[in-house]
């Protein structure tokens, strides 16, 4: 069986896991402290960084979008990759949106500073980064509102991993406790509920929620 080493919360180990369960592709989950750098993460994700797969016969792989494209590849069916090379072009550029320009400047600061920080290591919440990170929020939303503009899916009119990594992000920052603005953003706000709801990205926010629960006990 596959095996992903990763950790709840992790956006980019929901992601990978979001696309296992779409395709409904077995694993097991290893659940992995990114932030222990000891020889069993780094031996399969040369950069410390959580998710890594393992194959069948051992063989690692690090790095979500690097995974989901051989997910992709092994197990083709449900297709979450676009046939149209152009729209399948605008389908990594959402992800690369989401995992190098969301992440950064929104995960990294609310999330981080808000959850991990203040309630899993309890190293206390920087309010400041957390002012700069809620700052850069409308610019994020305001480009995903005008390509959503009224349709159901960000690329080609079908679900794709361009939504799976957009949601992953926003997901994160409704775990700090953001909301998108209906008022402002209805597109994405619309859109964001109803991937939200895919039975595969509720099973796994259910799960961090439960988890996050615990942590507040
Ligand atoms: N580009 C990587 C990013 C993965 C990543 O940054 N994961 C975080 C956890 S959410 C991590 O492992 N952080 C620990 C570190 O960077 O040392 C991917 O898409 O898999």
């Given at each position: 069986?596959?095996?992903?080493?990763g950790?709840?919360?992790?956006?980019?180990?929901?992601?990978?896991?979001?696309?296992?369960?779409?395709?409904q592709?077995?694993?097991?989950?290893?659940?992995?402290?990114?932030?222990?750098?000891?020889?069993?993460?780094?031996?399969?994700?040369?950069?410390?960084?959580i998710?890594?797969?393992?194959?069948e016969?051992?063989?690692?792989?690090a790095?979500?979008?690097?995974?989901?494209?051989?997910?992709?590849?092994r197990?083709p069916?449900?297709?979450?990759?676009?046939?149209?090379?152009?729209?399948?072009?605008?389908m990594?550029?959402?992800?690369?949106?989401?995992d190098?320009?969301m992440?950064?400047?929104?995960?990294?600061?609310?999330?981080?500073?808000?959850?991990?920080?203040?309630?899993?290591?309890?190293?206390?919440?920087?309010?400041?980064?957390?002012?700069?990170?809620?700052?850069?929020?409308?610019?994020?939303?305001?480009?995903?509102?005008?390509?959503l503009?009224?349709?159901?899916?960000?690329?080609?009119?079908a679900f794709?991993?361009?939504?799976?990594?957009?949601?992953?992000?926003?997901?994160?920052?409704?775990?700090a406790?953001?909301e998108?603005?209906?008022?402002?953003?209805?597109?994405?706000?619309?859109?964001f509920?109803?991937?939200?709801?895919?039975?595969?990205?509720k099973?796994?926010?259910?799960?961090d929620?439960?988890?996050l629960?615990?942590l507040?006990?």
């Open positions: 069986m596959l095996k992903i080493y950790a709840l919360l992790s956006p980019f180990v929901r992601k990978v896991r979001c696309v296992l369960s779409e395709k592709v077995p694993y097991e989950l290893v659940a992995t402290n990114p932030f222990d750098k000891s020889g069993d993460l780094l031996k399969r994700s040369p950069l410390g960084r998710p890594a797969l393992e194959d016969q051992g063989r690692p792989l790095d979500s979008t690097v995974i989901v494209e051989y997910l992709e590849e197990f069916t449900p297709a979450l990759f676009p046939r149209d090379p152009y729209e399948r072009g605008r990594r550029w959402f992800d690369e949106y989401a190098g320009g992440a950064p400047s929104l995960t990294a600061k609310i999330f981080f500073q808000r959850v991990i920080s203040a309630k899993l290591i309890k190293g206390g919440c920087d309010e400041a980064v957390v002012q700069s990170g809620l700052k850069e929020l409308p610019t994020f939303l305001a480009y995903l509102e005008g390509e503009g009224g349709r159901h899916y960000l690329v080609a009119e794709t991993l361009a939504d799976v990594s957009v949601a992953c992000q926003l997901v994160n920052l409704r775990h406790g953001v998108v603005d209906r008022e402002k953003f209805p597109a994405v706000a619309a859109w509920e109803r991937i939200v709801e895919r039975p595969s990205l099973a796994l926010v259910e799960q929620q439960g988890f629960s615990r507040s006990a």
